[in-house]
């Protein structure tokens, strides 16, 4: 934003002017989307995680107003040595937050999610079919993971 405030200054377009396209603005292509589906309210960021954005993002969220909250958190991929480290971190932060709810997706979280207690899935197509069985429905559910994981396709069921 800070780069098209800039352009659009240098090109003569008014501080209101841009503020309101600023205000305008609605993320696409699965990052840091809102979606009210009519049955949940949720906050996709779907296109790129990495072990900051996870935490930054997982952080937020859990601050965030809403009782019932769902997590859908898809693996992180291209960590290379440090994979098993940065999901531990991950299921630890989500433990020492109580956090009730959350589906984790992938093989780094096979063996985490069983011993965290949160429900693991190999991938996106298992927990659309989990989630068409059952339904969830009035929650506040944060999707975010990396593109590889595909996991806008469980919008659908949402």
């Avoid at 352009?7 to 990052?31: D, F, H, M, T, W």
């Avoid at 960021?45 to 969220?61: G, H, I």
């Avoid at 965030?64 to 630890?92: C, F, P, Q, W, Y």
């Avoid at 011993?115 to 506040?140: C, M, R, S």
Wanted: positive net charge; charged residues 25%; without cysteine.
């Amino acid at each position: 934003m800070l780069a098209a405030v800039s352009v659009g200054k240098k090109l003569g377009v008014s501080a209101g002017e841009i503020a309101e396209a600023i205000q305008a603005y609605k993320p696409g292509n699965n990052r840091s989307q809102f979606i009210d589906t009519g049955k949940n309210r949720l906050y996709m960021d779907a296109y790129n995680a990495n072990p900051s954005s996870m935490k930054v993002a997982v952080d937020e969220f859990l601050r965030s107003a809403g009782n019932e909250k769902l997590l859908i958190l898809g693996e992180m991929r291209e960590l290379g040595a440090d994979t098993k480290a940065e999901h531990e971190k991950l299921v630890l932060t989500l433990k020492e937050n109580k956090v009730k709810k959350a589906f984790l997706v992938g093989k780094a979280f096979e063996v985490l999610a069983g011993e965290a207690g949160f429900t693991y899935f190999e991938n996106a197509e298992q927990v659309t079919g989990y989630l068409e069985k059952n339904p969830v429905t009035d929650h506040f559910i944060l999707i975010k993971g990396s593109r590889s994981n595909r996991l806008e396709n469980i919008l659908k069921v949402l």
